[in-house]
């Protein structure tokens, strides 16, 4: 089936140290892959995507690269800030139909 | 960007009785919108596929005659849990697809459904 995994959280950093987010998939297919983040009372907001293998994504600093052999997405940003505090979801769709498959969340906490 | 407003964010309500959850697209139309529910320390699951002016397709091992879905417009999409239950107690979350703008799925801020 179709799945995705995602370490588990919550994960707490100072600011600027470096942060990776695990996200490893399993699909039929080849799927796109996605990062959303939701901040505190707010929506899920796309942060960032890969459609095919050895893209990566990037925004905000964020990146993440889609890696085919690995079945894997990590999500790494070299240095968190404050404002980056909220919950990363790592999701894929299917080449066909609209279902996004998402991971549990991270929660992420940085502390000055 | 685009915003999706789901209302309301927290309810609690007793054993029983229904609930209706909105999710309202602000600034564009929206023909397909989504439904999902997260367990605690689970995945976001998806529970249907509503559209616009028909009837909403369900996924596997999610009860229609529970989870009442109505997409009577091309901005709002309605959840009804009818006489819930604690089991139903879960975090509910609408997304609509922006047709003009391809991959775009948009979410609203969820639901926190207790049910005592």
């Known amino acids: 089936g179709n799945s995705v995994t995602q370490m588990e959280g919550p994960v707490t950093l100072s600011e600027e140290a470096f942060l990776t987010i695990n996200c490893t998939y399993t699909a039929t297919g080849y799927p796109s892959l996605f990062w959303y983040v939701q901040y505190p009372g707010e929506g899920l907001q796309l942060l960032l995507k890969?459609?095919?293998?050895?893209d990566k994504g990037s925004n905000k600093g964020f990146e993440a690269t889609y890696r085919k052999e690995t079945t894997s997405f990590h999500l790494e940003k070299g240095s968190v800030q404050v404002s980056d505090s909220a919950v990363y979801f790592c999701?894929?769709?299917?080449?066909?139909?609209?279902?996004?498959?998402f991971g549990t969340g991270t929660s992420l906490t940085v502390i000055p | 960007g685009a915003v999706v407003s789901q209302h309301p964010s927290r309810v609690i309500c007793k054993s029983g009785t229904s609930v209706k959850i909105e999710c309202r697209s602000l600034d564009f139309q929206a023909t397909t919108m989504f439904w999902y529910r997260q367990f605690p320390k689970q995945s976001l699951m998806l529970m249907a596929t509503?559209?616009?002016?028909?009837?909403?397709?369900?996924e596997q091992g999610v009860e229609k005659d529970k989870f009442l879905i109505n997409h009577a417009s091309l901005t709002l999409s309605t959840l009804t849990v009818t006489s819930a239950h604690p089991e139903d107690s879960s975090f509910y979350i609408c997304?609509?697809?922006?047709?003009?703008?391809?991959?775009?799925?948009?979410f609203g801020s969820g639901t926190q459904l207790s049910v005592l």
């Open positions: 890969a459609t095919k293998a050895d």
């Open positions: 997304s609509a697809r922006d047709e003009g703008a391809s991959e775009k799925l948009f």
């Open positions: 509503s559209n616009e002016g028909s009837k909403a397709t369900y």
């Open positions: 999701a894929l769709r299917l080449p066909t139909g609209n279902q996004f498959y």
